[in-house]
């Protein structure tokens, strides 16, 4: 019996899939339509308190879409709730144009200092 197990032809099947799903992201990069996937499930992580996987599902979302400045605001709560307050602050003065029309950037702002720059 030198098949595989069946557990391990799933896994791989999923590996394969996941793989092919990244090749796809990298291909269409960097796009205005994609990482809205992965910024959501950062933002449901971090309501769990999975604060490291959620920074790299942020990440990621940036990485793939430079443009919506709002990916940056949820890195940088997030690096703020793991106690990275300098960087949190400088992705916020990054994005600080945005503070008058983000209610999300204001609240960090105040928790930040009360500032940018």
């Not at 300098?86 to 999300?104: K, M, P, Y």
């Amino acid at each position: 019996m030198g098949g595989k197990h069946p557990e391990q032809a799933v896994t791989q099947d999923r590996t394969r899939r996941k793989d092919d799903n990244d090749r796809r992201e990298e291909l269409l990069r960097p796009s205005r339509y994609l990482g809205y996937d992965r910024d959501k499930l950062g933002v449901y992580l971090m309501s769990r308190g999975a604060y490291g996987i959620a920074e790299s599902q942020f990440r990621r979302a940036i990485w793939l879409n430079p443009f919506e400045y709002r990916f940056v605001v949820h890195l940088a709560w997030c690096l703020f709730r793991q106690g990275r307050s300098n960087d949190a602050r400088s992705l916020v003065e990054s994005v600080a144009e945005h503070a008058d029309e983000d209610e999300t950037l204001q609240a960090l702002l105040v928790r930040l200092g009360g500032g940018v720059g």
